[in-house]
Nanobody
Framework: VQLVESGGGLVQAGGSLKLSCAAS?????????MGWFRRAPGKEREFVAA????????FYGDSVKGRFSISRDNAKATVYLQMDSLKPEDTAVYYC????????????????????WGQGTQVTVSS
């Protein structure tokens, strides 16, 4: 399985970015929960968002609720993270992650529950 993130970059505060995560070799993608996490310098890895295999159910970390939106296209084996109203504190490396077990949405905010990880994409928000 390979997960490849793209779409990161430098943006001013208040701006927007859309991250993409393209999966390959992930035969159970359309039956698996997908998530986004981030790690800022000197901080712990933080849950950002997760989405059910159908895309009908989404979850968000408290710090991004109302500003970020996760979606997926199972036909393209791709997950997206639309980030609006960006703040300097959103600066981090963002990682896409996928579950190894199908139809398992328990503890979606726990990084340890995800089997597959991308290499990360840097998002920098300037003030």
């Amino acid at each position: 399985v390979q997960l490849v993130e793209s779409g990161g970059g430098l943006v001013q505060a208040g701006g927007s970015l859309k991250l993409s995560c393209a999966a390959s070799g992930y035969v159970t993608f359309s039956n698996s929960v997908m998530g986004w996490f981030r790690r800022a310098p000197g901080k712990e890895r933080e849950f950002v968002a997760a989405i059910s295999w159908t895309g009908h159910t989404t979850f968000y970390g408290d710090s991004v609720k109302g500003r970020f939106s996760i979606s997926r296209d199972n036909a393209k084996a791709t997950v997206y993270l639309q980030m609006d109203s960006l703040k300097p504190e959103d600066t981090a490396v963002y990682y896409c992650a996928g579950r190894g077990y199908q139809h398992d949405i328990s503890r979606y905010e726990w990084a340890d529950k995800y089997t597959y990880w991308g290499q990360g994409t840097q998002v920098t928000v300037s003030s």
